[in-house]
Nanobody
């Protein structure tokens, strides 16, 4: 069992930055690839970024490439999402999750999820 707790969300103006954190319980954190997803009101949850268990491989959805950076610190059982040049369309609840296999962009490839953190970008 892994428990995930996201933090770092908030309200910022367009062009600003936020850094999300996802703290994991349990000693198996370093075994998992990790992902960030987001869900805007009235929309389906969508893939944002993923990082391999060792942190050497990362993938992003096209809309955040060059603006967001995913990283992890296995000693701290924490994965991060640095978000720069934020846009109003980035407004959503952001979730982190542990990946069990399959396509990294598919929700079905993830089993444990956090409760989410709200990110709101004003124009």
């Amino acid at each position: 069992q892994v428990q995930l707790v996201e933090s770092g969300g908030g309200l910022v103006q367009a062009g600003g930055s936020l850094r999300l954190s996802c703290a994991a319980s349990g000693r198996t954190f370093s075994y998992y690839a990790m992902g960030w997803f987001r869900q805007a009101p009235g929309k389906e949850r969508e893939f944002v970024a993923t990082i391999s268990s060792g942190g050497r491989s990362t993938y992003y959805t096209d809309s955040v490439k060059g603006r967001f950076t995913i990283s992890r610190d296995n000693a701290k059982n924490t994965v991060y999402l640095q978000m720069n040049s934020l846009k109003p369309e980035d407004t959503a609840i952001y979730y982190c999750a542990t990946q069990t296999g399959g396509s990294y962009a598919s929700i079905r490839s993830y089993n444990y999820w956090g409760q989410g953190t709200q990110v709101t970008i004003s124009s």
